[in-house]
């Protein structure tokens, strides 16, 4: 929108943008060529809004002022400090961080100077269009044509629209699996710090909402099952190791070991082989075994009685 707004040469006194603290690198990269850009075209610069704590001292060291928190709290012995993972019903990252700062300002430079505010918000999202100004809409720009009239201009975010569905913040809890699993392949330093994170949250407010980085998930989970996917975990059953293998099967240790390595690891990446056969993934096993069953059901079924 802002590209398309100086190309068509409409008037811009300020751009509002509001930082999280836990973008991405490539986005400050990004933020820092559209200033530059701004400046050069217009002789301004981006207006960058921040909370004066930041992420982590809300997520972590906030003290809860509302009574009935507190009491909640106390009953239920979780620290009085701090908000923990932001989840789907309390999303206070995106209240505190992005829309309590920037409608202030804008609302601000309305009373003052009785500005227009432009959103940019693309012409097929229309539950998000509300009361203010959406040039793309107008303009009829789809999310995907705005993508493209970027990547034209010269403006691809360091290639992260190229692996990411999304772009928000990097340890956003409310992200598909397989975004977190990208995460982990194309930026391991963001990744160290998520699981530091995940260890501090489970360590201060325990295994609930609070604490854990997902319902069924811990980052330190995730990281287990993404590990193992990578391996693309096989178990062997080797004719020269049967005693050893035996042992195994025996030993409580390694099967609790080998059920906590395989916990959430699709069966499709569990390479299983009997012998000297070739494996198979447990997925083709299974099938294989399903359809066993019901040809040995059929067979029963038409053996005559006696």
Known sequence: MLLLMIE???PIDAVLTADTGMEFPEM??????MDGYLFQERGIHLTTLRHPKGFEWLMFDEPKQKQSSIENRKRLGVSLYGNGWPGVKVRWCTGQLK????TKEVNRLKGKY???????????????????????????????EALQICYDRGYNWGGLYEIYHRCSCWCCP????????????????????????????????????????KAN????????????????????????KEDSMNQKKNDPKAIEQAEDMLRGVPPRNILISF????????????????KQQRTQKKKRKNEPER
Do not use: C
């Open 8 to 10: 068509k040469d409409m």
């Open 217 to 240: 998930w811990t980052v330190g989970g995730l990281e287990q099952r993404f590990a193992a996917e990578d391996a693309q975990v096989s178990v062997f059953d080797h004719s020269g």
């Open 174 to 213: 409310l992200q598909r699996i397989d975004e977190l699993r990208k995460l982990r392949h194309h930026h391991p330093e963001l990744w160290r710090k998520l699981r530091e994170m995940d260890e501090r949250a489970l360590a201060q407010f325990g295994h609930n909402p609070l604490g854990q980085f």
């Open 99 to 102: 829309t309590h700062l920037i």
């Open 114 to 144: 009785h500005a227009l505010h432009y959103v940019g918000i693309a012409a097929d999202e229309p539950k998000r269009i509300k009361h203010d100004r959406y040039p793309l809409v107008d303009w009829g720009i789809t999310e995907k």
């Open 28 to 33: 400050y990269e990004h933020l820092d060529k």
């Open 275 to 290: 012998g000297d056969e070739p494996p198979k993934s447990l997925e083709e096993r299974i099938q294989e075994g399903d």
